[in-house]
């Protein structure tokens, strides 16, 4: 069927129909979230680690309140994560890949800006706790400027470098 053989993007450098170029774009993102589940996952079991620690005892009410906001957007950004492979094993078999694609690239798009707070504030509070509470708010802030640089700023650079 030469119907089923029209190239989705012509004249993008790839000879490819709609259903493999939705194949490859979900399979570029299980790879995405499997790097994004395991760096969240990690952090997670983490941060549950931290309150049974003999130290946590020591923590003033602004430090425990940051670790309890911390334990939140662990558990957000692995649930993240984890729903496009919710939503694929929902979707299974319904001829659905479009839009569990495109879902997924929202639902991983969120993922990663949970995982840039998530990331400056736990150098925050390892910062706040070890070397004091200015420490911590300079480490969470360049934390995160150096995340926006990288994640952002640093794909948009190469973009405009392309042409």
């Not at 319904?94 to 840039?116: F, M, N, W, Y």
């Not at 708010?137 to 640093?154: D, E, F, P």
């Amino acid at each position: 069927m030469a119907e089923d053989r029209v190239d989705a993007v012509p004249g993008d450098g790839r000879d490819e129909t709609q259903g493999e170029r939705l194949d490859r774009n979900w399979t570029e993102i299980l790879q995405e979230l499997r790097v994004t589940q395991t760096g969240t996952q990690i952090l997670t079991g983490f941060l549950l680690a931290l309150a049974f620690q003999p130290r946590f005892a020591d923590l003033d009410g602004v430090q425990v309140v940051t670790y309890l906001v911390l334990v939140v957007l662990a558990v957000l950004a692995t649930v993240l994560a984890l729903a496009p492979v919710s939503l694929h094993r929902s979707l299974f078999r319904r001829r659905a890949k479009e839009g569990i694609v495109d879902i997924a690239d929202i639902v991983l798009q969120i993922t990663l800006a949970a995982v840039a707070l998530l990331l400056a504030g736990t150098a925050m509070l390892i910062f706040d706790v070890v070397a004091g509470r200015v420490a911590g708010v300079v480490a969470g802030a360049a934390a995160l400027l150096v995340i926006v640089l990288v994640w952002r700023t640093l794909p948009a650079f190469a973009r405009r470098r392309r042409g």
